[in-house]
């Protein structure tokens, strides 16, 4: 009988986009992140994609101490991969966004692949009821060029290099999975690149079918075997673009960082319903979800024994 498809849920509990007037489902505190991301890995996901909060407003927090009050506790109670943010949030500094993952030395640490316009100001037409100022201010910018140039890439590849972190290589467009070839190319990122072309964010590429197939004939002919590809769909996208991802041979990510939602105007009550529906579709085309484990051995990461949490 031949071996079923494994397939890696990725979710990312809470991010940097998002804020807490939104949806109060959404994990502000040190509590409630470690509490989402240990139900999500419980749900079937096999990676958890992590940020921090200020626990009091919301605010992302990109220093280590935010991160160290949770990566003990989801390390002693799960055996998820741990993914941490070089992200953070797009108006922090790369000197900032770097420290949690060059400290903690994470199995997996995300990588944005190249510099684009980021929009969020489309959200204030549907939440409009705000209760901090920050947020508010935030997301009403329309100036915010979230910066990861060339120079600030290399930055974080370099200054990861000697903690045998692999990353998490985020795509908003075309144009990023060329930046990648080039970092690649140059001996700077190795095989098997695990690539998450990421779709539908004010500022990159859309989340129409075509736009999922165009990522993905590109990355093809730019690493033929020597990627893995996922697909992130930003708010209502998420659930129909980790479909088409899954039946063409793809890995998901899910999670309250990139969608609020569980169905047309039904918020998530939490990260593991997402999962779950995440599952659903998996399992519903005869695929099974991968462990973290298996996860592991397709991406080729270190193990969980040697992180520095």
Request: hydrophobic share 40%; charged share 20%; proline share 5%.
């Amino acid at each position: 009988m031949a071996t079923k498809r494994k397939v890696i849920i990725t979710c990312a509990v809470t991010g940097a986009i998002h804020t807490p007037s939104m949806s109060p489902h959404l994990p502000v505190t040190p509590e409630e992140i470690a509490e989402a991301a240990i139900g999500a890995a419980e749900a079937g996901a096999a990676i958890v994609h992590l940020h921090a909060r200020n626990p009091e407003t919301g605010e992302p927090d990109q220093t280590p101490e935010a991160f160290a009050k949770f990566l003990p506790v989801i390390k002693q109670r799960t055996n998820c991969v741990v993914n941490l943010t070089t992200g953070g949030a797009p108006t922090m500094s790369i000197e900032e966004r770097v420290r949690p993952a060059a400290t903690f030395r994470p199995e997996v640490a995300s990588l944005n692949l190249g510099s684009m316009n980021f929009g969020l100001f489309g959200m204030l037409d549907r939440f409009k009821d705000l209760k901090h100022e920050w947020e508010r201010s935030y997301l009403a910018n329309k100036d915010i060029i979230f910066r990861n140039t060339f120079g600030q890439i290399e930055y974080i590849l370099t200054t990861c290099a000697g903690n045998d972190t692999r990353f998490e290589f985020e795509c908003y467009d075309t144009a990023h999975l060329y930046n990648l070839k080039y970092f690649f190319d140059r001996g700077l990122v190795k095989a098997p690149l695990f690539i998450q072309t990421v779709f539908g964010l004010q500022g990159g590429i859309g989340a129409h079918p075509e736009d999922v197939m165009h990522m993905k004939r590109t990355a093809d002919r730019l690493f033929g075997d020597n990627y893995r590809w996922s697909v992130l769909g930003a708010g209502r996208n998420q659930l129909p673009i980790a479909a088409m991802a899954a039946a063409m041979g793809g890995n998901v990510r899910v999670g309250l960082e990139d969608s609020l939602w569980a169905g047309p105007g039904k918020y998530a009550t939490s990260n593991a319903e997402q999962v779950r529906l995440a599952r659903q579709i998996i399992e519903g085309l005869g695929l099974e979800i991968a462990s973290p484990d298996e996860a592991r051995e397709i991406l080729s990461l270190k193990g969980g024994d040697r992180v520095g949490f």
